[in-house]
């Protein structure tokens, strides 16, 4: 069975810092993978994904993450945090049942931006 | 189309009473997908329709939960005889389905928070 693992629970950085959130997957065939951002009381909005081609996809907000396949890892990365960037943060990985795609997630990173 | 719709927002219910919730896609997109989050953790997937027909249903969903998609719209989730477990956040997304190619992404909804006292 596939799951997936968000090993830091809370991080905190200051404004303008870089930022680095840690996923890892277990999936036994080619992953499909993705990082949602999710604000209090708000869906769950997509930052990026991963399904073949170059390792490292760039996604919205200047966010960016690098698929490493040896490490079974997908981290997201940020070159400079923005105080709106304060969230939740969700790394999943896809299964496809045929074309239909039914999303594995992590337990989740909450991000506190310091000022 | 200002995306996925949830409704209610939040409910809160007693134990024991039924509750259903309303989820209204994207307006062309033919697939819909339930999750359910509970506090501390990420959304886990229920069910999913293609359409008006259910494929998928997670061994989470217990008999006391019925999805349906009557005509491939709007889909609504009910929970009957609700318990304090049931208590979480229910998430509602939807996707298109083009031909042989893949899903595009999984737009989700805001969700309804459901608290079981």
């Known amino acids: 069975a596939q799951s997936v693992t968000q090993p830091d629970i809370h991080i905190t950085v200051s404004e303008g810092a870089s930022l680095e959130l840690r996923c890892n997957y277990s999936?036994?065939?080619?992953?499909?993978l993705f990082w949602y951002v999710q604000s209090p009381g708000q869906g769950l909005q997509l930052l990026l994904k991963?399904?073949?081609?170059?390792?490292l996809v760039q996604g919205i907000k200047g966010f960016e993450a690098e698929f490493k396949r040896s490490q079974s890892s997908f981290n997201l990365r940020k070159p400079s945090v923005h105080w709106s960037d304060a969230a939740e943060y969700f790394c999943?990985?896809?299964?496809?049942?045929?074309?239909?795609?039914?999303?594995?997630f992590g337990s989740g990173t909450q991000l506190t931006v310091l000022p | 189309d200002t995306g996925v719709s949830q409704n209610p927002r939040h409910k809160i219910t007693k134990r024991g009473q039924n509750v259903t919730f309303r989820c209204d896609p994207i307006?062309?997109?033919?697939?819909l997908y339930w999750y359910r989050q509970t506090l501390g953790q990420g959304p886990e997937f229920l069910t999913y329709?293609?359409?008006?027909?259910?494929?998928?249903k997670s061994r989470l969903l217990s008999d006391r939960f019925s999805a349906e998609r009557p005509k491939g719209s709007f889909s609504t989730l009910e929970i009957q005889r609700t318990e304090q477990g049931d208590s979480a956040m229910y998430l509602c997304?939807?996707?298109?389905?083009?031909?042989?190619?893949?899903?595009?992404?999984?737009?989700f909804g805001q969700g309804t928070r459901l608290t079981v006292v």
């Open positions: 999943a990985v896809g299964e496809l049942w045929g074309s239909a795609r039914q999303l594995t």
């Open positions: 991963y399904f073949s081609g170059d390792t």
């Open positions: 997304a939807s996707s298109s389905h083009r031909g042989l190619g893949e899903d595009t992404e999984a737009f």
């Open positions: 307006s062309e997109h033919n697939r």
């Open positions: 999936y036994g065939a080619t992953p499909y």
């Open positions: 329709f293609q359409n008006e027909a259910q494929l998928e």
